[in-house]
Structure formats: structure tokens, C-alpha cells
């Protein structure tokens, strides 16, 4: 009986196709950088919208960069939308700040333009309407309006050390007809003199009604028994 005999080349084994899946590009970075850059385009057209089209500017440019990242790790295949971005989010974000710079300085010169205005009006409607409430108004009493005499309370003399004094001032008005002080708030600043260590300066205050309020008691020390105080009204204002 004869056998067959094998073929001298036996046949190659199957070729069978990979399975494994592809990764897909990752293109994402890129397109966000080309939206944002196309959105702060329109704002950079409006000078007004300035800071706008700089946020997005700026957006576009660090999403562009990460865009170009991923197609140098061959992650993303846009490699053109990466480079058009970033290069167009560095125009937009030079548009905004034009923007900003003409903003601001149109608000400033409208600012002077209205205080200029402000100014040339003001004379017109000052004598237009002219103000009578102060026209007659009674002038500020002066310093010398006023006497101020000095009371002691009581002294306490220590020999060559000198005296302490405790005493009152006693104001009154020498009125000259010119100046009442109803229906006004006065301040007096006045000065006590003779003491030791210089003048004193206190002030009493005269309200609405014409009363004075000043301090019922004050102190100071003199250098000897026989020194003597004198006060004086230095300033007189309106509250």
C-alpha cells in the first residue's frame, strides 16, 4: 500500500487582524482655543468690550499652547488649529487692551469736558439766581468782640515752688449792634495768660439761642503768690 507523501512547502499559517482598538486624537484643547479666539475677536472690534476680548484673548492662548502640547506627545492631530489660535488669541488679547486704553481715556476727557461745563455754568446761574439767604447776613464776631474776665476759685502756694490755681473764666459779649448771636453756633478759642509754663488755650462754644458753655473750672500752676491771669479771645468761627 502507499502513503501520500507531505508536500515538500507546507502552506503559511492565517494571518489574523488586530483587535485592539486605536486611540482617537485628542483635538479638544485646540478647538477651545479657536472658539475662544473667534468670540474675543467681535469684543476686540468694540473698544468698549476691551477687557472681554483680553479674558479671551488670554484664554485662547493658554488652550492653544495645551493644544500644541498634545500634538507634540501625538495625542491631537490639529496641529494647524493649534498654531492659528494661539497666534489669533495673541491678536485678540492685543485688541482688548487698544480697547481698554481708548476707553479710558475717552472717560477721562469726557470727565474734564464736564467739569469745564460745571465751571461755565456755575458763574451764569450764580447771577441769575443770586443767594439772598447769606446777602444779609450778620458778619462773624472778632476776638475783640468778646472780654473775658478771670475768677479764682481757690490757690494753694507751696513757698518758692509757686501756686496752683484753680479758676473760671467769666466771657461776655461787648455787642456792637452789627453782629447778634441768635440764630448762629459759635466757637471762641481763647488763652489764659500768667501762668507758669505759658499760655493756656481752651475754647467755649455760644449755641443757637446766644448761650455760652464753658468750662466751670480749670487749673494751672503760676511761680509765685502774686502772679495774676488775663484772658483774651485769639479766634471766633461759625459751626
Not at 479638544?28 to 467681535?42: D, E, K, N, R, Y
Not at 461776655?172 to 453756633?185: C, E, M, N, W
Amino acid at each position: 500500500m502507499t502513503h501520500p507523501q507531505p508536500p515538500d512547502n507546507p502552506p503559511p499559517p492565517w494571518n489574523y487582524p488586530s483587535t485592539q482598538p486605536t486611540a482617537a486624537p485628542r483635538n479638544g484643547f485646540s478647538i477651545t482655543a479657536l472658539a475662544l479666539a473667534l468670540s474675543g475677536l467681535v469684543f476686540g472690534l468694540v473698544p468698549f468690550t476691551g477687557f472681554l476680548a483680553l479674558i479671551l484673548g488670554a484664554l485662547a492662548v493658554l488652550f492653544g499652547i495645551l493644544g500644541w502640547a498634545r500634538v507634540r506627545r501625538r495625542e491631537a492631530t490639529n496641529r494647524k488649529m493649534a498654531i492659528t489660535s494661539t497666534g489669533l488669541g495673541v491678536l485678540v488679547a492685543a485688541l482688548g487692551i487698544w480697547g481698554i486704553s481708548i476707553t479710558f481715556n475717552a472717560m477721562n476727557k469726557l470727565g474734564g469736558s464736564l467739569q469745564g461745563i460745571g465751571q461755565q455754568l456755575s458763574p451764569a446761574v450764580s447771577a441769575e439766581y443770586p443767594n439772598t439767604t447769606y446777602r444779609n447776613a450778620a458778619p462773624t464776631p472778632l476776638p475783640s468782640d468778646f472780654s473775658i474776665t478771670v475768677s479764682i476759685m481757690k490757690k494753694a502756694c507751696f513757698g518758692t515752688a509757686g501756686c496752683t490755681v484753680a479758676y473760671r473764666i467769666n466771657p461776655t459779649y461787648k455787642y456792637p449792634g452789627s453782629a447778634p448771636l441768635t440764630g448762629r453756633a459759635l466757637t471762641v478759642i481763647y488763652e489764659v495768660s500768667g501762668g507758669e509754663y505759658g499760655p493756656q488755650i481752651n475754647n467755649f462754644r455760644i449755641g443757637n439761642d446766644g448761650t455760652a458753655t464753658f468750662p466751670s473750672q480749670e487749673f494751672t500752676s503760676t511761680s509765685s503768690s502774686a502772679a495774676t491771669l488775663a484772658a483774651k479771645a485769639t479766634s471766633v468761627s461759625e459751626n
